[in-house]
């Protein structure tokens, strides 16, 4: 059980073009997800917490327009990078915790997806 | 604010030998949580274990144990008869209780590496 998928797990886009990658929980319910960024050799930061069916809430210094989180479902959630640059190259994780069973403090974590951008 | 040291940046060992990661966590909260994960080459986190804060009994789970001392703020972390499958970075993290909004703060990791 608990277990989250990501896709895609590469992608290589060009300066400017946007980028979704999608966090799915397979098998519970996704209350809450939160989306990291991790540099090579780094440890994660988080980006922005989102809860089903509401805004998601960005953590200070990161860009809610460039980064858009839509968490539309419970077992879905979406990153779109937008007019990525250079800069945004780097390892994206999403995590998943479902508050509605014994264990809802544990957060349990996709694969990643590995984007370059050129 | 919430901290999580893991002094260690890389720890080398050969097969066998047991390791202790070591965590030591800040908070100002009375009830919280504490995980390790491992995050091998392939990049994905893997779960280990959780501890919430009134629970100090420690744990063993096969060649993994863990010890949690609330008077030193610290929740290490043993691997004995390490093997080299063990080599990944580990990672340490604390939570606030509670609600929609927790959030993990993880430490810096350490890098293990065994080798034959």
């Known amino acids: 059980g608990a277990v989250v998928s990501q896709h895609p797990s590469r992608v290589i886009c060009k300066s400017g073009t946007s980028v979704k990658i999608e966090c799915r929980s397979l098998d519970f319910q996704a209350t809450t997800m939160f989306w990291y960024r991790q540099f090579p050799k780094k440890s994660l930061m988080l980006m922005a917490t989102s809860n089903e069916g509401s805004k998601a809430t960005y953590e200070q210094g990161v860009e809610k327009d460039k980064f858009l989180i839509n968490h539309a479902s419970l077992t879905l959630s979406t990153l779109t990078v937008t007019s990525a640059h250079p800069e945004d190259s780097s390892f994206y994780i999403c995590?998943?915790?479902?508050?509605?069973?014994?264990?809802?403090?544990?957060?349990?974590f996709g694969p990643g997806t590995r984007l370059l951008v050129l | 604010a919430q901290k999580v040291t893991q002094a260690q940046t890389e720890i080398s060992v050969v097969e066998k030998e047991d390791v202790t990661l070591d965590c030591v966590y800040e908070t100002r909260d009375t009830t919280y949580y504490l995980f390790w994960y491992k995050q091998p080459p392939s990049g994905e986190l893997v779960f280990l274990i959780r501890r919430n804060s009134f629970d100090e009994q420690n744990e063993i789970s096969g060649r993994y144990s863990w010890n949690f001392q609330k008077s030193t703020s610290s929740f290490n972390f043993t691997i004995t008869a390490s093997q080299v499958v063990d080599s990944a970075v580990y990672f340490c993290?604390?939570?606030?209780?509670?609600?929609?909004?927790?959030?993990?703060?993880f430490g810096t990791g350490t890098r293990l590496q065994v080798t034959l």
């Open positions: 995590s998943a915790r479902d508050i509605y069973v014994a264990d809802q403090e544990t957060q349990y």
């Open positions: 993290a604390l939570s606030e209780a509670g609600g929609t909004a927790s959030k993990l703060t």
